[in-house]
């Protein structure tokens, strides 16, 4: 996470640490194939945003081939909070279906 903040700076100013910048960070390292670093923004996510569904959700799914059973917790804990804080959502189903797959 040092290395990733490290090079998250512009200026005299660092990477705000909001929900979309943190999206797109991770995406960004993801797709480029650091998926460490990615973990790392995710974890990171997770300790600021422990009530959002959506980061349990892409750390687990980034932790499937590094550390199964953390990401068997924090897809449980995506679900966990996607039927707590969720249940109107019109989604809702389709999205659990998406993390229970991904935990066959």
């Known amino acids: 996470m040092e290395r990733v903040a490290a090079n998250c700076r512009f200026g005299n100013s660092v990477l705000p640490w909001d929900v979309a910048e943190i999206n797109g960070l991770a995406s960004r390292l ?11 923004v995710y974890r990171r996510a997770v300790q600021l945003y422990p009530k959002l569904y959506e980061f349990h959700w892409s750390l687990g799914e980034l932790l499937l081939e590094q550390d199964h059973p953390d990401a068997m917790s924090s897809l449980q804990e995506a679900l966990r909070l996607l039927d707590g804080q969720e249940p109107g959502l019109p989604e809702r189903m389709e999205i659990r279906g998406e993390i229970e797959a991904l935990m066959r």
């Open 30 to 40: 993801h797709g480029s194939g650091y998926l460490e670093q990615a973990t790392a």
